[in-house]
C-alpha cells in the first residue's frame, strides 16, 4: 500500500491510503462483497433521470461531501485482518509513506500520520454509539409502505463509516508502533507545492515545522503562532496533482477535502471580523 500525505492548507493535511493491490472475489470478505454491491446500487441509481431513487442520490450526495474528509481519509485504509497482519510484519506487503518533503520533514512524517490515525478516534467511537442507539428507534418506520426506511439505512451507513474510521485508524497505529513504514519523500509532490509555499519566512516555518495537531486538526487546534491559516491546494492545482500522481480516484477526495477547508476558513474569517460583545452597546 501507499500512504499519501496532503496538505490542504498550512494546518490540514489529507491523508490517503492507495491499495495497490485488490483482493479476488474468493479472498474478500462478506463485508467487502455487501461493500461492493452497494456501491454499484448506488451508482445505477444515479444514471436514474427521475424517480425517488434519484432524489435519495441528490440528497445523499448533499450529505456525504459533508461528512469530514478525515474520515474518507481513514476510510481509505483497508481493515487491520489477521492475515494482513502476518503479511506486513513479514514484510511480504511493503507500506510506503509518501509526502513532500518540502513541508513535512521526513524525521516527523511517521508522527504526522499518527496523529491523522489517532486524533479522531474517541469522535467515531462517540458516534457509532449514537448511530447503534438511533437504529433500532428509526426501525419502526420501516412499517411506512412504498418508500424505504431512509433514516434506519443512513444511520446503518454512518455506523459502518465510523467503524471503518476507527479501523483504519487502528491500521495507521499498528503500521506507526511496529516500524513498518518505508519513508518516501516524493521529489514530484515537491515540484507541485513548491510554488504554492506561502512567500513569508513565518508562514513557511509554520508549515515545516508539523507538529501534528497543528497540520492535521483545525484551525484553532494546537496554533502556536499568530499566522492565519491559509490554503495551499486549490481545485485547480489540486487536479494536477491527481494527474501528475496518476490516481484518478484521489479526485474526489482532494476535491471534498478542498471544499471543506476553504468553507473552514471563511467561516473562520466571517467569524472573526464579527463585532465582539463587548463593543455592542449596552
Not at 38 to 43: D, G, I, P, T
Not at 72 to 85: A, F, I, Y
Not at 146 to 159: D, G, K, Q, S, T
Request: charged letters at 25%; a positive charge; hydrophobic letters at 40%.
Amino acid at each position: 500500500m501507499r500512504f499519501f500525505l496532503l496538505p490542504i492548507s498550512t494546518r490540514r493535511t489529507l491523508l490517503y491510503c492507495q491499495k495497490l493491490q485488490v483482493l479476488p472475489k474468493e479472498k474478500q470478505t462478506l463485508l467487502d462483497k455487501a461493500t461492493f454491491r452497494a456501491a454499484n446500487l448506488w451508482a445505477g441509481w444515479e444514471k436514474k433521470e427521475g424517480g425517488w431513487q434519484k432524489k435519495v442520490v441528490v440528497y445523499g450526495n448533499y450529505l456525504l461531501r459533508r461528512v469530514p474528509y478525515e474520515e474518507w481519509g481513514l476510510k481509505s485504509v483497508p481493515p487491520l485482518s489477521t492475515r494482513r497482519r502476518e503479511e506486513e510484519v513479514l514484510g511480504k506487503d511493503k507500506n510506503h509513506l509518501i509526502f513532500p518533503q518540502t513541508l513535512i520533514p521526513t524525521t516527523k512524517a511517521t508522527n504526522v500520520l499518527r496523529t491523522l490515525g489517532t486524533e479522531r478516534e474517541s469522535l467515531h467511537r462517540t458516534r457509532l454509539i449514537w448511530c447503534l442507539v438511533g437504529m433500532p428507534i428509526s426501525a419502526p418506520f420501516a412499517l411506512v409502505p412504498i418508500i424505504p426506511n431512509l433514516p434506519f439505512f443512513y444511520l446503518v451507513y454512518r455506523a459502518w463509516s465510523h467503524w471503518r474510521a476507527l479501523a483504519g485508524g487502528k491500521h495507521v497505529r499498528f503500521l506507526c508502533e511496529n516500524n513498518l513504514l518505508s519513508l518516501s519523500p516524493s521529489a514530484m509532490l515537491d515540484s507541485i507545492y513548491s510554488p504554492l509555499l506561502p512567500s513569508s519566512s513565518a508562514a513557511k516555518e509554520s508549515i515545516a515545522d508539523t507538529d501534528t495537531d497543528r497540520i492535521s486538526s483545525s484551525p484553532t487546534s494546537g496554533s502556536k503562532g499568530s499566522n492565519e491559516e491559509t490554503m495551499l491546494l486549490s481545485q485547480e492545482n489540486g487536479r494536477q496533482l491527481v494527474k501528475a500522481l496518476d490516481i484518478p480516484e484521489l479526485e474526489v477526495e482532494l476535491e471534498r477535502a478542498i471544499w471543506q477547508v476553504e468553507a473552514a476558513i471563511q467561516k473562520a474569517k466571517e467569524e472573526k471580523a464579527k463585532p465582539s460583545d463587548t463593543t455592542k452597546p449596552k
